[in-house]
C-alpha cells in the first residue's frame, strides 16, 4: 500500500498497471495471512497442511512481486532448468517461506544503495536447491546459533517467529535448512525434495 501511495504521489506514468498488479499481490498475500491467522494460535500449533503439488518458480515469484518496486534493491531469479521444479507442500506456507526471507533481505539491506537480492533454483536427482542470497551486513558472530530460535528476533517488534517458522514448514515439507554468512552477505540455502 505504501508503494502505490508512492506510485501515486509520483504521478507515475505506470499508475494503472501498479495498481492492477499491487491489487492481485495484496489480495493472495492477505489470503495467505488470513488462512494463517485463522488457526495459528502459537508456535506449536501450525496451520493445517493443505499439501499439493507445487512449482517453485512460480510460488518464489508471487514472493517477489510484493517487493519489485524497492528502488534501491535489485532481484533477480536464476534458473537454468527447462523442466517445472514441483514439490509436494502447502502452497501458501511455501509462499510464506520466501516472503519472509525476502523480507528478512530487505530490512537487512535497508536503505543501502546497490543492495542485490537473489535467488537460484538448482535440482540433483532427488533435491531442489534454493539459495536465497543478499549483500547486506551479515548476521552478527553471536547470533548464529540463535536464528532458528522461536523467541529470537533482532527487530525492536515482533514475536521473532519468522524463521522459526521457516524452518518448521521446510522441515514438515521433508527439506532443510542451512544458512551462510559474513559480513559481505547471508545466504540461506533450503532443499526440498523433488516431486513428479
Do not use: C
Not at 495498481?19 to 489470503?31: A, N
Not at 534458473?79 to 530487505?106: C, G, M, P, W
Not at 535440482?123 to 529470537?152: C, L, Q, W
Amino acid at each position: 500500500v505504501q508503494y502505490l501511495q508512492r506510485a501515486w504521489d509520483e504521478k507515475s506514468e505506470d499508475w494503472e498497471e501498479r495498481l492492477q498488479r499491487f491489487s492481485k499481490t495484496i489480495i493472495e498475500h492477505i489470503d495467505t495471512l488470513s488462512d494463517i491467522a485463522s488457526e495459528f494460535s502459537d508456535f506449536a500449533k501450525m496451520p493445517q497442511k493443505k499439501e499439493g503439488k507445487v512449482e517453485l518458480l512460480e510460488t518464489i515469484k508471487k514472493s517477489f512481486d510484493l517487493f519489485a518496486d524497492i528502488e534501491n534493491i535489485q532481484f533477480s531469479l536464476h534458473d537454468d532448468h527447462e523442466e517445472k521444479h514441483y514439490v509436494l507442500a502447502d502452497k501458501n506456507q511455501l509462499i510464506r517461506v520466501f516472503t519472509n526471507l525476502i523480507k528478512n533481505s530487505v530490512q537487512a539491506i535497508g536503505s543501502k544503495k546497490g543492495g542485490t537480492i537473489e535467488i537460484i533454483i538448482d535440482r540433483n536427482e532427488i533435491m531442489h536447491i534454493i539459495r536465497v542470497k543478499d549483500n547486506g551486513p551479515g548476521i552478527p558472530a553471536d547470533m548464529v546459533d540463535k536464528i532458528f530460535s522461536p523467541s529470537f528476533t533482532t527487530k525492536s517488534s515482533g514475536m521473532g517467529l519468522g524463521l522459526a517458522l521457516v524452518k518448521s514448514i521446510i522441515l514438515e515439507a521433508g527439506g532443510e535448512i542451512t544458512f551462510e554468512s559474513s559480513s559481505s552477505g547471508t545466504e540461506f540455502i533450503i532443499q526440498l525434495p523433488v516431486y513428479s
